[in-house]
């Protein structure tokens, strides 16, 4: 059974410091993994989906990468912003056939100005 | 551009009454899915349809039933509510298939059990 668990559940930075947030999985057969944001109150926001066949992908200041062969996932966010005040989740496959997501807990990011 | 649209926003019962949570997406996808958030467990899969016609249990389903009425919506009962189940659930969908994985999510329903 897939398990997704995420260090650490909480963490506080100053405006524009660069910071990473991880995510490890207990099935190596993993073949996609994807990261959301939750604002407070609201619904998820996917924000970086990786396949297998990929190392890493890009969308503005942040950086996913996915290392099957050490059950590792990384969410790397530069130059951070109070903006950026969220809670990030990773997911990954519930079942081999990847008909639905499972979530880790989240890290809680506060980004201070 | 609604997306995935949640009814109702807010509900509360009592112990014992039924209920069904709506789901409706207009993007055309074919697998709906719905989860439940509660704090320090994280978000949990309830059930999920993977296409029009098919459903399964997901990590947390007993006390839950769904429908998948037609492509576009996705129903969740809870035929007799225990406090348990307060929490806050989220639909949401994808289309099928590898590498089209990405889930876009309702803005939830926040569910007290009395």
Sequence with gaps: KQEVTQIPAALSVPEGENLVLNCSFTDSAIYNLQWFRQDPGKGLTSLLLIQSSQREQTSGRLNASLDKSSGRSTLYIAASQPGDSATYLCAGPFNQAGTALIFGKGTTLSVSS | ?114
């Design chain 2, 1 to 114: 551009n609604a997306g995935v649209t949640q009814t109702p926003k807010f509900q509360v019962l009592k112990t014992g009454q039924s209920m069904t949570l709506q789901c409706a997406q207009d993007m055309n996808h074919n697998s709906m899915y719905w989860y439940r958030q509660d704090p320090g467990m994280g978000l949990r899969l309830i059930y999920y349809s993977a296409s029009e016609g098919t459903t399964d249990k997901g990590e947390v389903p007993n006390g839950y039933n769904v429908s998948r009425l037609n492509k576009r919506e996705f129903s969740l009962r809870l035929e007799s509510a225990a406090p348990s189940q307060t929490s806050v659930y989220f639909c949401a969908s994808s289309e099928a298939g590898r590498g089209h994985e990405k889930l876009f999510f309702g803005s939830g329903t926040q569910l007290s059990v009395l």
